[in-house]
T-cell receptor
């Protein structure tokens, strides 16, 4: 079974609008971390936001927020007030336990339309 | 530098050649990871170091792949007798023990 599932290969959003990128995960480990990364065409993976499995509140970082629904095993990324520079691939990732490898989804390509 | 650096950024190899890819992690970061990213896919784990110890190499696809981090800082991923299926972007990431992983720009390897 896939550890991380991203079901939206491509998304479009109007500039200044909000967009939600979906991510579901699969683990039986009670301790895990969920991450979102942005990968522009230049190729570098840029860390956006982190949510720990024991965190009570949803993580927020500027225009990024993570909609964490533990019972549904979902960790959707919400980008508010989209900007043209947000156009990129977005990857959801999970770490099971401490210090271990990340499992990545297949990514969602976001295009911001002016 | 402030971030993870990798060299070379691009490498073209003829099938059968050996290649060496270098990663300079963020200073002070204990953990170092290598990932392989095929075109249109997410990164896939290759191997993990904590300081100089290689704690997990379960993702290395064959015995042609070898990684080392002899002094617990710079790491080298070596691929012997390259094959066309080795063509991919190789990403290095570092973290402070169990923290967020920060990625380098990657090395794009093309095997002809």
């Amino acid at each position: 079974a896939q550890k991380i599932t991203q079901t939206q290969p491509g998304m479009f959003v109007q500039e200044k609008e909000a967009v939600t990128l979906d991510c579901t995960y699969d683990t039986s480990d009670p301790s895990y971390g969920l991450f979102w990364y942005k990968q522009p065409s230049s190729g570098e993976m840029i860390f956006l936001i982190y949510q720990g499995s024991y965190d009570q509140q949803n993580a927020t970082e500027g225009r990024y927020s993570l909609n964490f629904q533990k019972a549904r095993k979902s960790a959707n990324l919400v980008i508010s007030a989209s900007q043209l520079g947000d156009s990129a691939m977005y990857f959801c990732a999970m770490r099971e336990g401490p210090g271990n490898q990340f499992y990545f989804g297949t990514g969602t390509s976001l295009t911001v339309i002016p | 530098g402030a971030g993870v650096s990798q060299s070379p950024r691009y490498k073209v190899a003829k099938r059968g050649q050996d290649v060496a890819l270098r990663c300079d992690p963020i200073s002070g970061h204990v953990s170092l990871f290598w990932y392989q990213q095929a075109l249109g896919q997410g990164p896939e784990f290759l191997t993990y170091f904590q300081n100089e110890a290689q704690l997990d190499k379960s993702g290395l696809p064959s015995d042609r792949f070898f990684a080392e981090r002899p002094e617990g800082s710079v790491s080298t991923l070596k691929i012997q007798r390259t094959q066309q299926e080795d063509s991919a972007v190789y990403l290095c990431a570092s973290s402070f023990i169990t923290d967020t992983q920060y990625f380098g720009p990657g090395t794009r390897l093309t095997v002809l």
